[in-house]
């Protein structure tokens, strides 16, 4: 149970890691490309800190699962506190394996039951592309096994991120 501990505060800070690589703001004209370009800067930045053999693809089924929740955001950009994080864990192939996926903003408050979505500016993908600090690598024996990005554009013209990890470790 410890070690499980461990492993969700790990996953959760990596997640919040990446959250935080944006900020609120309106968004500018807002189109699939600028989504495709949102989801390649955030990956770009998880792949900064793996070593040359580790990089990480934008993994199918997390960026699935991440869009689904982008597709609960209403025309306010708010996302009901249920549906703004997504946590998993089991034991596979010997490995304690912990998968989140969030959607809201880190430290949101709700009200009336929502939370913030994740909004992502033109601002922003500057940021993310010309971002220098990678995220923090686990400590530990674990490592970050998946990743999964999902951006979507809204009708409203703003574009909202949702972020995923697969973090696993040695099983005792």
């Not at 935080?20 to 968004?27: K, Y």
């Not at 693809?57 to 991440?66: E, G, K, L, M, V």
């Amino acid at each position: 149970m410890k070690k499980m501990k461990r492993l969700v505060a790990i996953l959760l800070a990596s997640v919040l890691a990446l959250a935080m690589l944006t900020a609120c703001g309106e968004s500018g004209s807002g189109s699939k490309s600028f989504a495709q370009q949102v989801e390649e800067a955030y990956m770009q930045n998880v792949n900064a800190s793996m070593d040359e053999n580790s990089k990480l693809q934008n993994d199918a089924t997390i960026r699935n699962r991440a869009m689904a929740m982008l597709d609960k955001i209403d025309e306010n950009g708010m996302i009901a506190a249920k549906d703004a994080i997504v946590f998993s864990y089991g034991v596979e192939n010997g490995e304690q394996v912990v998968t989140m996926i969030l959607a809201a903003q880190p430290n949101s408050h709700e009200t009336n039951g929502k939370v913030p979505a994740i909004e992502v500016t033109a601002a922003d993908l500057e940021k993310l592309k010309n971002n220098n600090d990678p995220m923090d690598r686990p400590n530990g024996t674990g490592e970050y096994k998946a990743v999964g990005i999902a951006a979507k554009t809204m009708s409203n013209g703003k574009t909202y991120v949702a972020a995923g990890i697969t973090y696993a470790e040695k099983a005792e």
